[in-house]
Every structure is written in C-alpha cells, then in structure tokens.
C-alpha cells in the first residue's frame, strides 16, 4: 500500500532544499492539462519508488515563461548564463537540484507539445551544468490518444533525455486520451513501474522486444538512399537519435542493425559533450573570422519577399 505524500508544484522564484537523507524526483510535465495523463502517470512512477526515500517536485512547462532561444552563444561563455530574462533559470535550478528526472509529453498531431521542444531549444544552457547533470538518472514517457499515433514524440523524448546531459535510463509509449483513461487497464501502470525501478536501479526494458541502435539505443530510424542494393540485402539507415549511420537486413528471421558513432557525436560520452562545446565556441570564432564572406552571401538575399507581421510590431 503506497503512502501519500503532498506534491510540490515549482513556482517562479521560489526553491526550496530538501532534507539530505531524501531524494527528490523532479516531474516535469510538459501538458497543460491539469490532472491530465501526463501528470498522473509522473505521479503513478513516484509511487512506485521507495516512499520514505523520495520526494516529488512538480514543474508544468506551460506554466512557465520560455522564450525561444536568440541563437547568440552568450551562454557558452564567461558566467554561462541565458541573456533572457524569463523562467529557464527557474527549471535549470531545479533540475540541477534534483536528484532524478522524469518527463512526460502528450502528443500533439504526431509530436511532443511545444512546451517540451521549446524548452530543448534552450538547451545550449544544459552546458553550464554538465558535471552536475552527467550521469543524474532520468526517464520519460510520450503519452498518445490513440494507439500507434504517438508519432514521433517518444523520439523527442529520448532526445530530450540525452541533450540535457542526463543518463537516460528507460522511456515507454502510454495511450490515453481522456484524462485518467491510461491507468483503466494495467499497463501505463506496469510501464510506471518499469520506470520507477529504472531510476533506481538501471536501465528500462518495454515489454517485448524491438531492434535498437547497438551505439545509444535508440529506436527510431532512417532509411537512407543508396546507388545500388548490397549484395546482402542489407539497407542503409541512420539512427535519429544519435546520428550514428549503419545497416538493417534481416537475417535468421530477425532484423539486425548494425551502427558505428558518427563524426561528431553529441552525448555518447561526456568526453564527446565537452569536445561539442568547445565546437560551438569555436563556431562563434569561426563566424567573426568569415564575417564578410558570409555577408557578402546574405546580403544577395535580403531585400527578396515581403513579410506578413502582426500590426506595430517589429523584429
């Protein structure tokens, strides 16, 4: 029988520390339903975990003031700080303080709601804390309404899991439209509770088995063109997730893929997310030394189109 605990919605401006003999599970619901799937399936996963051992923060994305990001690296330098003032420092502190992660994300017309990607826009700022984030446990679950439409959310998902620096330890597909209909059969809940025990002790497995990338894991792919077929039948695919690029042929009546790292991984190694930030502030540098050979490009095409803008109001 689990135990009820209050849960603690994060609110602008404040923070509060937690006993140190607790540890905290920050769910980050990216709907803006309340008391919607989202919500209740972080709340079901909390559940799951050990009561006297954990505490649960809430954060509600679209409760939150995240603008799009400026594209200007100032946070990749100096103090590593956004220029914006909005409500990013609120979820980066809270996600620093943390001790595990969880997300949930509806899916809207074959994705993630917006809040999610909009706030995965901003992650150049996720650098500032990579030694506190790398190798924190985090999960997530793309919840859809109708079976086999979740799109490509759960790719979002995982992304989101991998870009914030995070050891991604597990991710499930939940349906549901109506709010509380994922938990009228066992199965959100057993996929809750994969997850909860993910967190604490490893990685996630769904139920059954699918062809993953042998490099991150993933399982969403490409499908790339190729100028002649391979004598083994094999095609040519590119992990969506971590990029790397390999092979899928079916052999012995299963699919096998085959994958190598690419060039220029992301989030493979913590080795790999230090080398792409020292490859972002180089492209800064790398951008004031070209500077008037990339003008001379932009400028061919600056006085082309009209643009269609809301009235007294100007970028």
Same mark, same amino acid.
């Given at each position: 029988m689990h135990t009820f605990k209050p849960y603690e919605w994060m609110q602008a401006g404040t923070l509060t520390g937690g006993d140190d003999k607790v540890k905290t599970l920050l769910g980050i619901v990216a709907s803006p339903r309340k008391y919607g799937n989202c919500e209740l399936f972080l709340k079901e996963l909390y559940l799951n975990l050990p009561q006297d051992a954990w505490s649960l923060r809430l954060i509600r994305l679209s409760e939150l003031n995240i603008q799009p990001c400026l594209g200007c690296y100032q946070c990749l330098f100096g103090e590593m700080k956004c220029v914006q003032r909005d409500d990013l420092q609120l979820f980066l502190d809270a996600l620093v303080s943390a001790d595990a992660v969880a997300v949930a994300v509806p899916t809207y017309f074959l994705g993630a709601n917006a809040s999610l990607k909009r706030l995965l826009d901003r992650g150049l700022s996720f650098y500032a804390h990579l030694n506190t984030l790398w190798g924190k446990p985090a999960v997530g679950a793309a919840i859809a309404g109708v079976p086999g439409l979740e799109g490509y959310t759960k790719l979002i998902v995982d992304s989101f899991l991998k870009l914030t620096l995070t050891d991604h330890r597990g991710s499930e597909v939940v349906y549901g439209a109506l709010p509380g209909e994922i938990f009228l059969d066992g199965v959100a809940k057993a996929a809750a509770a994969r997850l909860a025990e993910a967190l604490c002790g490893g990685g996630s497995e769904e139920a059954g088995s699918a062809p993953r990338c042998p490099v991150c894991g993933g399982d969403t792919f490409r499908f790339l063109p190729e100028t002649s077929p391979?004598?083994?039948?094999?095609?040519?695919?590119?992990?969506?997730?971590?990029?790397?690029?390999?092979?899928?042929?079916?052999a012995d009546g299963r699919i096998q893929i085959s994958t190598r790292p690419s060039e220029h991984p992301l989030f493979l190694t913590r080795e790999d997310?230090?080398?792409?930030? +020292?490859?972002?502030?180089?492209?800064?540098?790398?951008?004031?030394?070209?500077?008037? +050979?990339?003008?001379?490009?932009?400028?061919?095409?600056?006085?082309?189109? +009209?643009?269609i803008r809301p009235e007294n109001r100007t970028r």
């Open positions: 391979r004598p083994d039948g094999a095609v040519a695919v590119r992990c969506m997730l971590c990029s790397s690029a390999g092979t899928l042929k079916a997310a230090e080398r792409h930030l +020292e490859w972002l502030r180089g492209m800064k540098e790398a951008f004031f030394v070209r500077h008037k +050979e990339l003008k001379a490009v932009v400028q061919a095409y600056t006085a082309i189109g +009209e643009w």
